[in-house]
């Protein structure tokens, strides 16, 4: 019995392996086919021997992942190689990109998967507050939700409907009437990134279904103010990625269905759908052209200052200037969008993979994928208190969004420090969740 255990284990993770080559060739096809013959800004200069060396480092990296344990961090390492190091890879190739940078890249995320296999979890024992009721925390959460919808509602008004047409969302995005004030964007990704996917989770869980109508109408009132098309998308995530982990109690059949359903929509919406826009979303927005992004702060940075603990701190706690401004034209990422997009009025923003090199250089990539390692190992702590599928929905768009957002920026240090209070003050969720 026990060897057929092992061998069906290894079937399965060579098919996940299968399924990973086939959503980076439909990728790689999609891009070839659809997107570099009418789009000046994703050139294709494909190079073969870039090509092979780039599947021999993703082969490694990928059976450098603990594939057989329903584990936080087997899940979310999963999450990075699939949806940044995939398209990393892709890129790197189709458009002769740098071998250094990209080496280093796969070097320091092989020394992350090496430290989380080597790492006991980490156990929350810091001494946070203990809150009498875990309702408390839940209410509190939904109370937050409610006071930014007045507060945003008393500096806009009511929103309008347009960005219920999905094409004019940047109509509102670009029409410069939605005011936040000075914390607001942060108090807004905080509510999208971390509180509403942590609130969505539970009342799934809990099959709560009036309370998780309400946060998701709060969701999508912040929504029509904004135009930000991925608070549409974070609750599709979350729900849908609780509901596949919480049914089979891994993750093995949830990795098979993302990746086949991404494989089949990166080869079939080019061909059905007339318009550019689906298929930039999809494919270009979310996955290769966070890719290609990285490589241009790479070589952005190469020849200009790196940052540093720039804007990594609060200006009254630390005040550490940026060499470049902040905003418009000023800020890095508006001069790597003007260079390398000639759009100067975009904001080119990147993730945790190119934020190490933007800070420190190739020491800085190592540095951030060893934190990351140990925020890996912490959400491990979380899971023996709270259960798999609850920890996997509370930080699966935040652990997503890294492809966009820097991990020195405040937002994943939010997300640890509710989990943390979340683990010392529920009543026995490893119990109710499962």
């Not at 029409?175 to 799934?204: A, C, D, E, W």
């Not at 103010?225 to 849908?240: D, M, N, R, W």
């Not at 009025?345 to 190490?356: R, V």
Request: proline share 4%; charged share 10%.
């Amino acid at each position: 019995m026990w060897q057929n255990y092992l061998v069906e284990k290894k079937r399965n993770v060579l098919w996940l392996y299968i399924w990973m080559l086939i959503l980076k060739i439909s990728m790689e096809y999609s891009y070839i086919v659809f997107l570099a013959p009418i789009n000046k800004y994703a050139p294709l200069a494909f190079n073969g021997n870039k090509y092979l060396y780039g599947l021999i480092c993703l082969t490694i990296l990928f059976f450098g992942i603990c594939h057989g344990r329903p584990t936080i961090s087997s899940f979310f390492l999963q999450m990075v190689l699939y949806f940044q190091m995939v398209p990393l890879t892709s890129i790197y190739a189709l458009c002769d990109k740098s071998t250094i940078y990209y080496s280093c890249v796969c070097a320091a995320v092989f020394l992350c998967e090496w430290v989380v296999a080597k790492m006991n979890p980490i156990p929350c024992n810091i001494c946070i507050p203990r809150i009498p009721q875990e309702r408390i925390i839940t209410v509190g959460s939904c109370l937050l939700i409610v006071l930014f919808i007045i507060y945003i509602y008393l500096l806009n008004g009511l929103p309008t409907l347009t960005a219920l047409n999905l094409m004019d969302v940047y109509k509102v995005r670009l029409s410069g009437n939605y005011q936040l004030g000075q914390y607001g964007g942060f108090l807004q990704i905080l509510i999208t990134k971390i509180v509403v996917p942590v609130l969505l989770t539970k009342f799934f869980l809990e099959k709560r279904w009036l309370s998780l109508l309400l946060v998701l109408g709060g969701e999508v009132v912040i929504y029509l103010y904004s135009g930000h098309k991925t608070f549409l998308f974070a609750p599709a995530l979350v729900l849908g990625t609780v509901f596949l982990v919480h049914r089979d109690g891994s993750s093995g059949q949830y990795w098979k269905w993302v990746c086949g359903m991404l494989s089949v929509l990166c080869v079939t919406v080019p061909h059905i759908s007339q318009t550019y826009y689906p298929w930039a979303f999809l494919v270009w927005r979310s996955l290769l052209g966070p890719a290609a992004n990285s490589f241009y702060y790479f070589d952005f940075f190469s020849t200009h200052p790196l940052e540093g603990l720039a804007r990594v701190f609060p200006s009254w706690l630390l005040p550490i200037e940026s060499h470049y401004g902040i905003g418009y034209p000023d800020g890095y990422g508006f001069q790597i969008a003007s260079i390398y997009y000639d759009s100067p009025a975009m904001e080119c923003n990147n993730g945790f993979l190119s934020e190490g090199f933007m800070r420190w250089g190739y020491t800085g990539i190592f540095a951030l994928l060893i934190l990351f390692a140990i925020l890996l190992k912490l959400a491990d702590g979380f899971q023996e208190k709270m259960g798999y599928a609850f920890a996997v929905g509370c930080g699966v768009y935040i652990i997503f969004g890294l492809a966009d957002i820097h991990i020195l920026r405040g937002y994943v240090l939010a997300w640890v420090l509710l989990m943390m209070v979340m683990q010392r003050n529920g009543s026995n969720s490893k119990t109710d969740y499962g």
